[in-house]
Every structure is written in C-alpha cells, then in structure tokens.
C-alpha cells in the first residue's frame, strides 16, 4: 500500500484544515489506518485512528472534539479534519496503515511521506 499526503498548510490559530491521505492498491478497505504526528525535535505521537469499515475511530485527548478521522473506502481515501487549530499542532503529519487500531507507531506496516501543518498564533 502506498499513501500519500495532502491538505497540510500555514494557519492561523483557531482556523480549520482538513488533511487527506490517498491510498494506492485495492486492499485498502482491509487496513485499519491512523494519523500521526511529529514536531521537530519530538516523538511520533498518535492523533487518531480508524477501522476498516469506519465504525470504529479512536482519539488522542488533545484533540478529541476538535479532529475528526474518517474514511471513504470507495474512494481509497482517509480524512482528518482538523478545526479551532491551535500553536501546539505544529507538526509534519503521517497516515499509517496496519492491522488495527492501534496507537503505537511501530504496529503500523505501511506510512505516508507527511504533510506540514504550520498553525501561527
């Protein structure tokens, strides 16, 4: 599976962006698929996560509310929209998909290159 990125941008604090992740091969429906994020300096962290059939979705706290993952298996496509963006979501953002809805960054087989969300304050 390849997944490829787009929709990231510089913001100002309290805009909305919506990312998009676009995945190749018709398997698509048969991964679970995360985003993630990634500040300089930091760790991978986990925002938010999906089932294979969309039924399912699990959030990080610090964006719970404000995020929302979900998916178009028609359109091979995962979706995370992002709203009232605030400095501390400055990140390179990733799309993962794997076997689950999992947290860990590790448990994930296959990743995107990352979009760049800049939110200014």
């Known amino acids: 599976v390849q997944l490829v990125e787009s929709g990231g941008g510089l913001v100002q604090a309290g805009d909305s962006l919506r990312l998009s992740c676009a995945a190749s091969?018709?398997?698509?429906?048969?991964?679970?698929m995360g985003w993630f994020r990634q500040a300089p300096g930091k760790e991978r962290l986990f925002v938010a996560s999906?089932?294979?059939?969309?039924?399912?979705?699990y959030y990080a706290d610090s964006v719970k509310g404000r995020f929302t993952i979900s998916r178009d298996n028609a359109k091979n496509t995962v979706y995370l929209p992002m709203n009232s963006l605030n400095p501390e979501d400055t990140a390179v953002y990733y799309c993962?998909?794997?076997?689950?809805?999992?947290?860990?960054?590790?448990?994930?087989?296959?990743w995107g290159q990352g979009t760049q969300v800049t939110v200014s304050s």
């Open positions: 993962a998909a794997g076997g689950g809805t999992y947290s860990a960054a590790p448990l994930y087989d296959f």
């Open positions: 091969g018709r398997t698509f429906s048969s991964y679970s």
């Open positions: 999906i089932s294979r059939s969309g039924g399912s979705t």
